[in-house]
């Protein structure tokens, strides 16, 4: 079982940065103009809608003064909150990609055969010149004694 989370962790380490980039810009881009309008929208009691539209179109495009503002006491809960809810979604969402990237059985992505045997067989076989093609410089011999048969695994190329 280790293995297979360790072969699923290594698969998605690219989706980990692209994970951890994504949270950084929706914090700073959603999270805190949010949060911000939050607390100023609920200031004077009930939700106020038309404050909330107002003030998250204003913080919107203010990202360094949001940086200020998010950390003073007033608003820091209400972001803390927001970033939770965000970690947990791209926490739940990455535990489903790594589940779903997890090798069905032990021999995933691993070569099921060699030609490593043949080494020494296929030269003392196989003609450079002449005979039945089978890649770019070997051919099978066709005045061979004996089998040559031959099973042909791939596509068919014109050199």
Avoid at 65 to 88: A, C, P, W
Avoid at 129 to 156: C, M, Q, S, T
């Amino acid at each position: 079982m280790g293995n297979k989370v360790s072969y699923a962790l290594n698969k998605c380490k690219i989706i980990f940065i692209i994970v951890l980039i994504l949270w950084l810009l929706v914090s700073i881009v959603l999270i805190m103009p949010g949060s911000i309008a939050l607390v100023d929208a609920k200031s004077n009691g009930p939700l106020d809608t038309d404050l909330f539209a107002e003030s998250i179109s204003q913080n919107f495009g203010k990202v360094f003064s949001n940086f200020g503002k998010v950390f003073s006491d007033e608003y820091r809960s209400t972001f803390m909150k927001g970033e939770v809810v965000l970690i947990l979604g791209l926490l739940t969402c990455g535990a489903i990609g790594i589940i779903k990237t997890l090798p069905k059985n032990e021999y995933s992505d691993i070569e099921h055969g060699s030609s490593d045997w043949a080494t020494g067989e296929k030269y003392a076989i196989l003609n450079k010149n002449k005979g039945i093609i089978l890649a770019e410089k070997h051919y099978l011999p066709v005045d061979k004694r004996g089998n040559v048969n031959v099973l042909v695994v791939g596509r068919f190329r014109f050199w």
